[in-house]
């Protein structure tokens, strides 16, 4: 009987396809009310309007009231009038008046009935506001809204006059303070963090956008495709929606639906009760042309095509289309593991190895909007990023999640709760909030998991709700994560400049989470501005040195994490910066090497316990000199590029402590008959032939392979030997014991945690490891530390595995008189006992190379062809680059040629630098200028940049940027090597 039921079902499917097929699918006539283009919105404070009803009068007079940015905020407006000093300059934003604008304000436009809006149904569209808002039409409240993802659809049917223009008021609401977790949710960086400053006003506005649309007296509700795949040959959907009836009467519809591509139609009939709403849902159980055979797969970014479908939903009353709307979609699978207690993602089953960046917001103002998405999604997509984490939910425009879509960027997505162990003062309102965001965002194939709270856990009840809201309404296809740094994961940070050896030391320190690799959401480093980016916000009397205003655009206290002092001793290692000129250049290459090593020393461990790591970040919202890849202007730094070259799909890297040459592939294929080859250059560019080495490799996928170690000189010389020491306690013997050169000899210490022993130098040394032999009395927690004074000690290792037996711990070089084992924990009842103690001198030149000298990678495929390309420089003294400002300049030969197509210009360059050189040309920085005004021509995607030259090498370089950005002028490169721009 059932199978008569089906076919009959399957029948009246088809004949209702073929009586319906003719009807013509208008869209809902969507318009926009949005103060970009004609509308003109007004803004004042709550407080100036003595009379509010006298506003809903059309012609009111709002001449002293401040032209507003719709969607935008209250105080970008103010700004945006030339009423506020440019928030970006200098301390201005600093200065402001807080009070002015951390306060209600009323929104005022006036708006005319589209003469074409013939349908039964007049709606008028919120998508947000933040935080709170109450809505009028021409003096009659229509609602208010509370979160700024609660949208508000009016029905203003018989409230819009079709003969006059209307009188839209809006009064926005500041957000309830503290924003984190009480005022939750809202944009809780506005209060101000170590990157961004306090936002008069706190980002509250009318934040998203406002449009009419006319309907029939049906309409569709929160369509959601749902996708399956049972194999990757075959993906079934399903398609739910409400169709919600706007009248006192009962009414029939039909639901169309028109998948491309494929052309694939589907239709329903639905009943629908007086003002009331029913669930239609159409699967392959009823619809056998759902299950689609051979689809074309969304995948993430170096994994495949990240390949869209657009299904196009019509609603028909009669022979009248009563509602129209387009849902584009992906067909995936998304699973998920914690072998190991590290969380991996595959998509379509397959591994994928997360390469990412957090966003902290789109824009500090939340002046981000539209196609301004498009250029920072690519950009990451352009860098090999595979992720972006939406952090604490801060970005919260629906164009952010289609560029991610349309580029291949999954979503770590999270929901507006911070650490804090209190709860937002209206739990309905969060929650309420948290479905619509599931419900507005969910057919979006790019989000992977869905995070609750960042770096702590909801307080009870947000994380059973949370986890209930994303069963029900997005199906629990995608992993939810309480905390964006624990329960299968490895905490966050360190986020300040770092020594490339520290990303591949077990293990990079964090905070919070299991230890090891694993999967890292937020691990950054200052990231310093090129000059040209610096100048646009820091006045030029305090360009130089270091000050206070710096400090404003956190590069200091403010932002205390970034390490500031560290970055600067990192930049002065290439030689001590001269002026800011100087400073930002030599900055380019610490930004190059520490934002490659981050991610290379993650890939280093690919089959061990890593699965992927996100740097803190990756995008810009704040002219700053910390945490970002691309600045606030799109220049691109030295830190995009470095991540971009580290991020390849199929990539060949170094690593710098043991001197591995590996492969890494994280594509979802294997790779065979690979060829990898080193080589290395003096400062001279003359090849040291004694340290090449080549061999053929084949890289499995989500894997690295060694191929070979570099024979570069490593020092074992034991500095300690011999030299006094010193111990809290002793029971067995003297001290000394540990470095006499007997190994049949030992220090014990008294039954206590906290104990210790160190060694004297005699003078200060650079080190870079100890040597440990434990008897079974061993620590299970300890840490090495240096000093120069035996009374200030410094962390150079830490561990909670402490075994039994002899260990070689090495960390980055140090330069220290004394060195001390403390510990911590005891692994056994006894104290500790330890019968060698070994210091290991760092800083060994190998032979034959120059202070400075150049490693340079090759990954050719069995026909030669090129695959990957590296390039590193590395000193004899390894924190020492200052021979590189002895390199003499070279003249380095250009051609190029520029084709416009389609709205953009695009640039092909050869640079060369010749074989009669007398140098290798290092950190080549290449800039497209405008003619006409001199300055770099931002944003331009350029495909490498501070890269280096060997001599009789040659690059191609790939430019491209919209030709709007060009005017009236004609674009030129300008092509500088390091060489020639040294400070002498």
């Given at each position: 009987m059932l199978k008569n039921y089906i076919a009959n079902f399957k029948f009246i499917a088809t004949l209702l396809l073929t009586c319906i097929g003719s009807i013509s699918f208008a869209q809902s006539n969507i318009v926009s009310l949005s103060s970009t283009g004609k509308q003109v919105w007004k803004v004042t404070p709550q407080a100036d309007v003595v009379n509010p009803a006298e506003m809903n009068q059309p012609n009111y007079n709002t001449q002293n009231w401040v032209a507003a940015v719709v969607p935008g905020t209250v105080f970008a407006s103010y700004v945006a009038a030339g009423l506020e000093k440019d928030p970006n300059y200098a301390d201005n934003i600093y200065k402001v008046d807080r009070t002015k604008y951390n306060r209600s304000f009323w929104y005022r436009t006036e708006f005319n009935i589209p003469v074409n809006y013939t349908k039964k149904k007049i709606w008028l569209n919120f998508k947000g506001v933040n935080r709170k808002a109450d809505i009028y039409l021409n003096g009659i409240k229509l609602g208010t809204l509370d979160g700024f993802m609660q949208r508000g659809n009016f029905d203003i049917t018989d409230i819009a006059s079709r003969k006059q223009k209307n009188v839209l008021t809006v009064l926005v609401f500041i957000p309830k303070q503290p924003l984190a977790n009480i005022g939750s949710p809202n944009y809780v960086s506005s209060a101000g963090w170590d990157w961004m400053p306090y936002v008069p006003g706190l980002n509250s506005g009318i934040t998203d956008k406002v449009y009419l649309t006319n309907t029939g007296d049906l309409t569709i509700q929160d369509p959601w495709i749902q996708t399956k795949l049972p194999t990757n040959a075959r993906a079934d959907l399903s398609v739910?929606?409400?169709?919600?009836?706007?009248?006192?009467?009962?009414?029939?519809?039909?639901?169309?639906?028109?998948?491309?591509?494929?052309?694939?139609?589907?239709?329903?009939?639905?009943?629908?009760?007086?003002?009331?709403?029913?669930?239609?849902?159409?699967?392959?159980?009823?619809?056998?042309?759902?299950?689609?055979?051979?689809?074309?797969?969304?995948?993430?970014?170096?994994?495949?095509?990240?390949?869209?479908?657009?299904?196009?939903?019509?609603?028909?009353?009669?022979?009248?289309?009563?509602?129209?709307?387009?849902?584009?979609?992906?067909?995936?699978?998304?699973?998920?593991?914690?072998?190991?207690?590290?969380?991996?993602?595959?998509?379509?089953?397959?591994?994928?190895f997360i390469k990412g960046g957090a966003w902290g917001m789109s824009e500090y103002l939340l002046r981000c909007r539209g196609d301004e998405y498009d250029t920072k999604i690519k950009l990451h997509r352009e860098m090999n990023f595979n992720m972006i984490r939406n952090w604490i939910g801060s970005t919260t425009d629906e164009e952010f999640y289609d560029a991610c879509d349309k580029y291949g960027i999954m979503v770590w997505d999270e929901f507006w709760l911070n650490a804090n162990p209190n709860l937002p003062a209206d739990l309905n309102a969060f929650n309420s909030n948290a479905i619509e965001k599931i419900k507005r965002f969910r057919n979006h194939p790019a989000i992977a998991v869905w995070c609750a709270d960042n770096e702590g856990w909801p307080e009870p009840p947000l994380s059973g709700w949370l986890k209930e809201d994303l069963t029900t309404f997005d199906g629990g296809d995608r992993w939810y994560q309480p905390n964006s740094h624990a329960e299968n994961l490895t905490g966050s940070g360190p986020w300040d400049?770092?020594?490339?050896?520290?990303?591949?030391?077990?293990?990079?320190?964090?905070?919070?989470?299991?230890?090891?690799?694993?999967?890292?959401?937020?691990?950054?480093?200052?990231?310093?501005?090129?000059?040209?980016?610096?100048?646009?916000?820091?006045?030029?009397?305090?360009?130089?040195?270091?000050?206070?205003?710096?400090?404003?655009?956190?590069?200091?206290?403010?932002?205390?994490?970034?390490?500031?002092?560290?970055?600067?001793?990192?930049?002065?290692?290439?030689?001590?910066?001269?002026?800011?000129?100087?400073?930002?250049?030599?900055?380019?290459?610490?930004?190059?090497?520490?934002?490659?090593?981050?991610?290379?020393?993650?890939?280093?461990?690919?089959?061990?316990?890593?699965?992927?790591?996100?740097?803190?970040?990756?995008?810009?919202?704040?002219?700053?000199?910390?945490?970002?890849?691309?600045?606030?202007?799109?220049?691109?730094?030295?830190?995009y590029y470095g991540a971009k070259k580290a991020c390849e799909p199929l990539h060949i890297q170094w690593n710098p402590v043991d001197n591995a040459i590996k492969v890494i592939n994280t594509t979802h294929a294997d790779a065979g008959e690979l060829t990898a080859t080193a080589e290395i250059y003096n400062l001279d560019g003359k090849l040291v032939n004694h340290y090449s080495d080549s061999k053929t490799i084949d890289a499995p996928s989500n894997s690295a392979t060694e191929c070979f170690k570099l024979k570069l000189s490593e020092s074992k010389l034991n500095l300690a030997l011999n030299k006094p020491v010193f111990a809290s306690s002793s029971t067995n013997g003297d001290p000394s014991a540990v470095n006499d050169g007997n190994n049949g000899t030992r220090w014990a210490s008294r039954s206590n945690d906290d104990e210790?022993?160190?060694?004297?130098?005699?003078?200060?040394?650079?080190?870079?490891?100890?040597?440990?032999?434990?008897?079974?009395?061993?620590?299970?927690?300890?840490?090495?530390?240096?000093?120069?004074?035996?009374?200030?000690?410094?962390?150079?290792?830490?561990?909670?595995?402490?075994?039994?037996?002899?260990?070689?711990?090495?960390?980055?070089?140090?330069?220290?008189?004394?060195?001390?084992?403390?510990?911590?924990?005891?692994?056994?009842?006894?104290?500790?006992?330890?019968?060698?103690?070994?210091?290991?001198?760092?800083?060994?030149?190998?032979?034959?190379?120059?202070?400075?000298?150049?490693?340079?990678?090759?990954?050719?495929?069995?026909?030669?062809?090129?695959?990957?390309?590296?390039?590193?420089?590395?000193?004899?003294?390894?924190?020492?680059?200052?021979?590189?400002?002895?390199?003499?300049?070279?003249?380095?030969?250009?051609?190029?040629?520029?084709?416009?197509?389609?709205?953009?210009?695009?640039?092909?360059?050869?640079?060369?630098?010749?074989?009669?050189?007398?140098?290798?040309?290092?950190?080549?920085?290449?800039?497209?200028?405008?003619?006409?005004?001199?300055?770099?021509?931002?944003?331009?995607?350029?495909?490498?940049?501070?890269?280096s030259l060997l001599k009789g090498e040659t690059k191609t370089i790939k430019i491209e940027f919209n030709a709007d950005a060009?005017?009236?002028?004609?674009?030129?490169?300008?092509?500088?090597?390091y060489n020639n721009m040294i400070v002498k």
């Open positions: 739910a929606l409400e169709v919600k009836n706007n009248t006192t009467a009962g009414q029939q519809g039909y639901i169309k639906g028109v998948i491309n591509p494929g052309n694939i139609e589907f239709s329903q009939k639905v009943f629908v009760d007086a003002n009331g709403s029913t669930t239609v849902k159409m699967d392959k159980r009823y619809f056998s042309q759902l299950m689609i055979h051979s689809p074309k797969l969304w995948w993430p970014n170096g994994y495949g095509d990240p390949n869209l479908y657009d299904c196009k939903l019509s609603l028909t009353v009669g022979d009248q289309v009563s509602d129209v709307q387009h849902i584009k979609f992906g067909i995936k699978r998304y699973s998920y593991d914690t072998v190991g207690h590290v969380l991996h993602v595959a998509i379509n089953g397959t591994p994928v400049n770092r020594d490339p050896r520290f990303y591949f030391t077990a293990y990079p320190t964090a905070t919070g989470g299991n230890k090891g690799w694993g999967l890292r959401t937020e691990l950054g480093t200052a990231v310093f501005t090129n000059f040209e980016s610096f100048k646009r916000f820091i006045p030029k009397d305090k360009w130089w040195p270091r000050n206070e205003m710096w400090n404003q655009h956190f590069f200091g206290p403010l932002a205390f994490n970034a390490g500031p002092d560290n970055y600067d001793a990192s930049v002065n290692a290439y030689g001590t910066a001269k002026d800011i000129e100087d400073y930002c250049r030599k900055a380019q290459f610490v930004n190059v090497e520490a934002n490659k090593a981050m991610f290379e020393g993650w890939q280093d461990h690919i089959g061990e316990d890593a699965s992927g790591i996100m740097t803190w970040m990756s995008q810009s919202a704040y002219p700053s000199m910390v945490w970002q890849t691309y600045d606030y202007y799109y220049d691109l730094t030295g830190a210790w022993i160190y060694v004297d130098l005699g003078k200060e040394e650079v080190i870079n490891g100890v040597g440990l032999n434990w008897e079974d009395a061993y620590p299970k927690t300890f840490k090495v530390q240096v000093s120069n004074d035996a009374k200030r000690w410094n962390d150079v290792y830490v561990t909670n595995e402490g075994r039994p037996g002899e260990q070689q711990i090495s960390f980055v070089e140090n330069t220290a008189r004394y060195v001390r084992v403390q510990g911590v924990e005891r692994g056994t009842y006894w104290g500790y006992s330890l019968w060698n103690f070994e210091v290991y001198q760092g800083d060994v030149a190998s032979e034959g190379l120059s202070a400075v000298h150049f490693i340079k990678l090759k990954l050719t495929d069995k026909a030669g062809k090129l695959v990957s390309d590296n390039f590193y420089w590395r000193g004899n003294k390894r924190k020492d680059y200052s021979a590189l400002s002895t390199l003499p300049k070279v003249d380095l030969k250009v051609s190029s040629k520029t084709v416009k197509s389609d709205g953009k210009y695009y640039i092909t360059a050869q640079i060369t630098n010749p074989s009669s050189s007398v140098a290798v040309a290092f950190g080549v920085r290449v800039q497209t200028i405008n003619s006409a005004t001199g300055e770099q021509i931002l944003p331009a995607i350029t495909s490498d940049n501070y890269f060009l005017g009236k002028g004609t674009a030129s490169l300008k092509v500088e090597p």
